[in-house]
């Protein structure tokens, strides 16, 4: 059924965008077959990062080779097996997995319908520390801590927090009514994925109601903040660039 007027929430600015699931269009990406993909954020927009979901049909796969990006997944619906280098295991919702760069990964075997996100980037070596490792987890098994000492504010860090990673995956629970302390202004850049609830984003000047299934990026030093709103509690998960120097 076609959009009454053309309308859709989506906005694509110069240093942020909101991605409704309305304006979803297929990419066809190399080694990614028997499933839709959308390629939600990559470097046409501005972002040195992609950020990709993909649902996968029965039978489908993504078969991904070896190369200089590494790339974080986390299984949103469904299931199905990953494989990253020697490590291999049968996931389900909730699941995620990291494959470093110069590692093969895979996921076969998916259930008809099964959802996942990806953040892809080109790693950034640190002289003198060696290159992380690959690994398979599962959310539910990482606790949620209250950020800042707020309990209505829970962040999940997926990805360990050690200077070989350059990248952190968390996840971001919020009590109907909770928010970000402040207006956050940083060098890290962000892709994000509403996973449940609804609240209003701040992107500089301006302020996004925002849903389940709803995308946004975030340029460095791009303003944000969030307030979850409703009966439910809402959760998004987030990328952000770590571990670098400045210059």
Not at 34 to 58: D, H, P, R
Not at 91 to 108: E, L, R, S
Not at 122 to 132: D, E, I, M, T
Not at 203 to 209: A, G, I, T, V
């Amino acid at each position: 059924m076609s959009t009454p007027y053309g309308h859709t929430r989506t906005r694509v600015a110069a240093r942020h965008a909101l991605i409704a699931p309305d304006g979803h269009v297929k990419s066809s990406v190399p080694g990614i077959t028997g499933a839709t993909t959308v390629i939600l954020i990559n470097e046409a927009m501005g972002a040195k990062f992609a950020q990709l979901v993909v649902t996968f049909e029965s039978g489908g796969r993504a078969v991904l080779p070896a190369n200089d990006v590494e790339t974080c997944g986390y299984v949103m619906s469904g299931g199905g097996t990953v494989t990253v280098g020697k490590l291999k295991q049968k996931v389900a919702a909730g699941a995620f997995f990291f494959a470093p760069a110069g590692q093969a990964w895979a996921i076969t075997a998916p259930s008809r319908g099964t959802q996942v996100t990806l953040f892809q980037k080109k790693f950034a070596p640190l002289a003198g520390v060696a290159a992380p490792h690959a690994l398979i987890g599962d959310a539910k098994q990482v606790p949620g801590n209250p950020f800042l000492g707020d309990p209505d504010a829970r962040l999940q860090v997926l990805l360990p927090d050690t200077p070989a990673f350059d990248l952190a995956v968390n996840i971001f629970t919020y009590e109907s009514g909770a928010t970000l302390p402040f207006v956050e202004t940083h060098v890290m850049e962000h892709g994000l994925l509403m996973l449940s609830g609804q609240g209003v984003y701040r992107l500089e000047d301006s302020w996004y109601p925002v849903a389940a299934g709803d995308v946004i990026w975030m340029a460095p030093y791009c303003p944000q903040w969030f307030v979850a709103m409703g009966k439910t509690t809402a959760s998004y998960l987030y990328y952000k660039d770590v571990n670098r120097a400045a210059l």
